[in-house]
């Protein structure tokens, strides 16, 4: 029995990624949890997507409120958001939100996350939301107006 469970679940997880159509060239994170939590140190470029009936907002909680621009980002359902994270252990939490109503969720059951190939100008150091709540084809023209030179295009 608990050989079947596994099973089942590794192949609902991987589902998950088999319903959501990634860019080429961007390749499907796991490891999303009750929150959606980075490790890299190196400047990446992730996509993410809301895969839930109802408007997703992802937030950060900072360790010294005060000035500086929030991480608050809503995602509506199956748009499209970029960012751009160099740091390590920066954590989103997931709330959905209905009208008249907010809950947290765990982000592995609202999100797909994947992490595109690119290259980023010398001026755009850092982390921050590239481009927020698009379609895809937007939100990818978006990102390289930004001078964001995206990995292969091609399948």
């Known amino acids: 029995m608990k050989k079947f469970s596994l099973i089942s679940l590794l192949l609902l997880g991987n589902s998950l990624f088999a319903a959501v159509a990634f860019p080429p060239a961007c390749r499907g994170v796991s490891g999303i949890a009750e929150q959606w939590r980075f490790k890299g140190k190196k400047q990446q470029l992730y996509l993410v997507t809301n895969t839930s009936k109802h408007t997703i907002w992802l937030t950060h909680a900072k360790k010294a409120p005060g000035a500086g621009a929030g991480w608050a980002s809503q995602l509506a359902p199956n748009q499209w958001s970029a960012l751009a994270m160099d740091r390590v252990g920066f954590v989103f939490d997931c709330t959905e939100s209905k009208p008249g109503h907010e809950q947290r969720v765990a982000c ?35 990102v390289e107006q930004r001078g964001i030179v995206l990995g292969d295009k091609k399948s």
């Open 108 to 142: 592995q059951d609202v999100l797909a996350v994947c992490l595109q190939s690119a290259t980023f100008p010398a001026k755009l150091p850092g982390a921050f939301w590239v481009a927020e709540n698009l379609p895809l084809d937007q939100l990818l023209s978006s």
